[in-house]
């Protein structure tokens, strides 16, 4: 055996465990990575999403490798010094991709029985399923032992967590104007279920904290861009990242309740679908470019307060 093996070696040992009997979830694992490259394959098909078995397939698939993902026992506590999955984090996983499961089941519903009849699509719907995601993702953090915020307390530079959140919005917002397209949802599916294969790599001491959260970083900026460039298609990805962002300094900096910000949100929508208003133009382009200016702005400005703060009172002491 050369060194070459032996040190292969080393880096899949970590990823087999006895609690994976019979090797169910990295069956899972593999064969919905092969799902991601079809569909992404695909991508200017929306995915070959529609309302064929191959949608319901891909739903339950990779509804499963979640399932599959509690049979390994989790420290209850967070460990916050690394980039590890914790049972919280777990639990908002599998909310999150609900979320997508949900407008996809949606999309595929109103494809087979609503569209071939020429009837509108359920936008009320929604705002239901981003309500009741949120509802869930706070119950979830109500019944943990030892609730842990999974960006605020991440250690990694603030600015970046700063970002991070915001994306966090926009695909939310993306959901609330509820553009009748897969791929958005595919994109969110793989950056949840890619993350939490990345803080598994971190639990078994594969790969540094530093090197994973970049990662993570990377094919969060790589999902965001293949969702906005799919506005070619859908034409509402400006004014869905634009509402985004608009949700994240409200919620951000003001506080707002998330569930009055989201119904408000909602009704600004509407008025704008009901206006004609919402559909891509040079206009929406410009104020996306310039919210994201901004939004980065107001982080770098409000963390380097919070840095500057800190460091005060560190010398106080």
Request: net charge positive.
């Amino acid at each position: 055996m050369t060194t070459t093996d032996m040190s292969e070696d080393k880096m899949l040992l970590p990823l087999f465990s006895e609690e994976d009997v019979g090797n169910i979830h990295k069956i899972l694992g593999f064969s919905c990575l092969g799902s991601f490259a079809y569909r992404y394959y695909h991508l200017r098909n929306d995915g070959n999403f529609g309302p064929n078995h191959g949608t319901l397939v891909f739903l339950v698939h990779h509804f499963l490798l979640h399932v599959s993902s509690f049979i390994f026992a989790l420290p209850k506590r967070r460990i916050l010094s690394g980039y590890r999955i914790w049972p919280e984090a777990r639990l908002h996983a599998m909310v999150f991709t609900c979320r997508s499961f949900a407008f996809m089941l949606l999309f595929f519903y109103e494809d087979t029985y609503r569209t071939p009849h020429h009837k509108p699509p359920l936008h009320w719907m929604n705002l239901v399923i981003i309500l009741c995601t949120h509802a869930s993702a706070d119950a979830v953090s109500n019944l943990q032992e030892y609730p842990s915020r999974t960006i605020r307390d991440l250690q990694f530079p603030a600015l970046w967590k700063w970002f991070f959140s915001t994306v966090q919005f926009v695909a939310t917002g993306v959901c609330l104007v509820g553009a009748r397209r897969y791929n958005p949802h595919l994109n969110f599916i793989f950056v949840i279920q890619f993350n939490a294969f990345l803080m598994t790599l971190r639990r078994r001491d594969v790969a540094s904290h530093t090197v994973l959260v970049y990662a993570y970083a990377i094919i969060l900026i790589v999902g965001v861009a293949i969702t906005i460039a799919d506005d070619m298609n859908s034409h509402l990805m400006h004014s869905s990242a634009c509402l985004g962002i608009a949700a994240a300094m409200l919620r951000l900096n003001l506080g707002v309740n998330k569930f009055v910000l989201w119904t408000g949100m909602s009704f600004a929508v509407h008025q704008l679908r009901q206006a004609d208003l919402l559909k891509s133009t040079a206009y929406w382009a410009v104020a996306h470019a310039l919210s994201w200016a901004g939004a980065m702005a107001l982080g770098y400005y409000k963390t380097s307060l919070d840095t500057k703060s800190f460091t005060a009172k560190a010398k106080a002491v």
